[in-house]
């Protein structure tokens, strides 16, 4: 598996599969979840819809991940992910490596070969980006996954420095 750090803007990612930082509601929101539904287009709502209707009645849990297609993205399909919300007084580290391993197994039962992932919870949810870097990057390592190509799609400078810091090698 090769493991590379964009900057940019995830909604242009030439990839298979897109991982979409959600909420549970999957019925879009702000960040990296508006930002995808925004340009892919109402395709994306409409399945998030029928899932909703149909396996996630109270909305997708954290931790878990969930596809659809990609809309008018340059993707084949997105990869719903809901992280968690940072709180210092509980350690939520394992559900937010969730996300990753579990859009990773998504991806893998899409057959997809290359995936563009974002920095989960570091926007409104609060995790300190340092240490969502060293749980993102440790996680995709042990996923064992079949996906060859992980893309890591950082929106600014800022968070680029810091998975760059955090990327062995």
């Not at 340092?130 to 749980?135: F, L, P």
């Amino acid at each position: 598996m090769n493991v590379t750090l964009v900057q940019g803007d995830i909604t242009e990612q030439e990839v298979d599969a897109v991982v979409n930082a959600a909420n549970s509601s999957l019925m879009g929101g702000g960040g990296v979840d508006g930002a995808i539904h925004r340009r892919g287009g109402p395709e994306i709502l409409a399945e998030c819809r029928r899932l909703r209707a149909s396996h996630y009645g109270k909305g997708l849990p954290t931790g878990q991940a969930v596809a659809t297609t990609a809309g008018r993205l340059p993707a084949r399909w997105v990869i719903h992910t809901v992280g968690p919300v940072y709180s210092r007084s509980e350690d939520r580290s394992e559900s937010l490596a969730s996300c990753y391993r579990e859009s990773l197994r998504v991806a893998d039962t899409l057959k997809a070969r290359s995936v563009a992932l974002p920095a989960i919870s570091t926007g409104i949810y609060g995790w300190p980006m340092d240490d969502a870097a060293r749980i993102a990057l440790e996680a995709v390592r042990q996923a064992g996954t079949a996906v060859e190509d992980v893309r890591f799609v950082l929106f600014d400078a800022a968070a680029y420095a810091v998975f760059e810091a955090r990327l062995p090698g």
